[in-house]
């Protein structure tokens, strides 16, 4: 078993359509993390999940709207999408946030490529 | 505020040969940690290498090495003897040691030639 899954690998959707991503990670850590990765654009970070606990909404949209039930598991529910929100939806985890302790090496799942049509 | 550049949209080199990728970073902060990651097409985000800022020592992982500057805030990185599957987007990030939050470099394409 890989590290971080993600699923589904490619997602389309009309903008009225309501999905979710899932991410899951083996990897015994506490923190897990959204990122939107757009063409010719850095890597975005959307939400941060400490502990089952949210410490980041790095100012997204209402219409993304993060689940995090036990440390392995980070939900995206999506609703309402624009085509602009297309892109690549990565999720990460590391052993924690690691304010303290420093080097909290992220690990990446694959991503989920969507398209808002 | 903290900023990653990476200069080189682009680059190619001939397989078997080196390469060195360019990043540079501005940060008033003297503890942070560095971090090269990989993305093929195949989209998975792998970490290359991590140099932690109070280390003098450039860190390397095999084929992959880092030129470490720190008072010319810059963090270039070398991969060796280059492999067909070296070919990807590689990102350069940094990170505070007080905060979680990757800085993030718009990466470089390098492209392998058989």
């Known amino acids: 078993e890989t590290g971080v899954t993600q699923t589904p690998r490619h997602l389309v959707m009309g903008m009225t359509n309501k999905k979710s991503l899932k991410c899951e990670q083996h990897l015994g850590h506490n923190a897990m993390y959204w990122y939107k990765q757009s063409a010719k654009k850095p890597l975005e970070l959307m939400f941060v999940y400490n502990f089952k606990e949210q410490t980041e909404n790095n100012s997204v949209p209402s219409r993304f709207s993060p689940e995090c039930p036990n440390s392995s598991h980070l939900f995206l529910h999506l609703h309402t999408l624009q085509p602009e929100d297309s892109a690549l939806y990565l999720c990460a985890s590391s052993q924690d946030e690691g304010r303290t302790s420093g080097e909290e090496t992220q690990y990446f799942g694959p991503g989920t490529r969507l398209l808002v049509l | 505020a903290q900023t990653v550049t990476q200069s080189q949209p682009e680059m190619s080199v001939q397989e078997a040969e080196t390469v060195t990728l360019s990043c540079t970073y501005d940060?008033?902060?003297?503890?942070?940690?560095l971090f090269w990651y990989k993305q093929p097409p195949s989209r998975q985000m792998i970490l290359v290498i991590r140099?932690?800022?109070?280390k003098q020592q450039n860190a390397t992982e095999n084929r992959f090495s880092v030129n470490f500057q720190k008072a010319a805030k810059s963090f270039s990185l070398k991969i060796s003897d280059s492999q067909l599957g070296d070919a990807a987007m590689y990102f350069c990030?940094?990170?505070?040691?007080?905060?979680?939050?990757?800085?993030w470099g718009a990466g470089t394409k390098l492209i392998i030639k058989p």
């Open positions: 990030a940094y990170r505070s040691a007080s905060n979680y939050q990757l800085i």
């Open positions: 140099q932690e800022a109070y």
């Open positions: 940060t008033s902060e003297s503890d942070y940690y």
